[in-house]
């Protein structure tokens, strides 16, 4: 069975300052790693996605994530966070094919001006 | 760019009544999916579509909910007796055929409140 952990609830930052969403997996197989955003009242917008081959993965708004296989880790990251990064972030995978994703529970990021 | 479409964004119904919710998935994509979110909380799998047949469920997906393709562009989410527990945001998702690496895309949701 698939899981997916992401041990902060919520993340506080000042803006300007790097941020890191930590997330931890566990799968059968190799894993397809994907990070989702969720802005107030809205649905989930793709970020980034590890497949294979390069273990940091560039996405959309200036967010990486690197991949960890022996700390089976996939943290989300940004150099200098922004105000209107905060949102609730998912961390999801999944095994194979076409299977469903698998989410988190969520972090909360806020970053403060 | 193109995107998953989701009606109605907000519906109230009485406890023990019929809901359909409705969704356009991404045009080329064959695979599709029903995901539920209860008040800003874990992102939840209920339901995988391929080839006009479900593909998986979860243990949510019991028998007071249904999926149907009922033309070439919609597909819907049916729960037949609602109850107060069924209050969430629904989101439909769509995506091609991968091997693991293709992308799930989400509409904006449709929320629902059962009173």
């Known amino acids: 069975a698939q899981s997916v952990a992401q041990p902060e609830d919520q993340v506080n930052v000042a803006e300007g300052n790097p941020l890191t969403v930590k997330c931890t997996y566990s799968?059968?197989?190799?894993?397809?790693l994907f990070w989702y955003v969720q802005y107030p009242n809205r649905g989930l917008q793709f970020l980034l996605k590890?497949?294979?081959?390069?273990?940091l993965v560039k996405g959309s708004y200036g967010f990486e994530a690197e991949f960890n296989k022996s700390q089976t880790s996939f943290h989300l990251k940004k150099p200098s966070a922004l105000v209107s990064d905060s949102a609730l972030y998912f961390c999801?995978?999944?095994?194979?094919?076409?299977?469903?994703?698998?989410f988190g529970k969520g972090t909360r990021l806020s970053v403060i001006a | 760019e193109p995107e998953v479409t989701q009606t109605p964004s907000h519906q109230v119904t009485q406890m023990g009544q019929e809901v359909i919710l409705r969704c356009v998935p991404i045009?080329?994509?064959?695979?599709f999916y029903w995901y539920r979110q209860i008040l800003g909380q874990k992102v939840e799998f209920l339901v995988s579509?391929?080839?006009?047949?479900?593909?998986?469920k979860s243990e949510i997906f019991d028998d007071q909910f249904s999926v149907e393709r009922p033309d070439g562009s919609n597909f819907t989410l049916k729960i037949r007796s609602t109850k107060l527990e069924d209050s969430a945001m629904y989101f439909c998702?769509?995506?091609?055929?991968?091997?693991?690496?293709?992308?799930?895309?989400f509409g904006e949701g449709s929320w629902l409140t059962v009173v």
């Open positions: 579509f391929y080839n006009n047949e479900i593909s998986e």
């Open positions: 998702a769509s995506s091609e055929i991968g091997q693991g690496g293709n992308t799930i895309y």
């Open positions: 799968v059968s197989g190799n894993p397809y």
């Open positions: 999801a995978v999944r095994d194979s094919g076409n299977t469903p994703l698998v």
């Open positions: 590890y497949i294979t081959g390069d273990n």
């Open positions: 045009s080329n994509h064959l695979y």
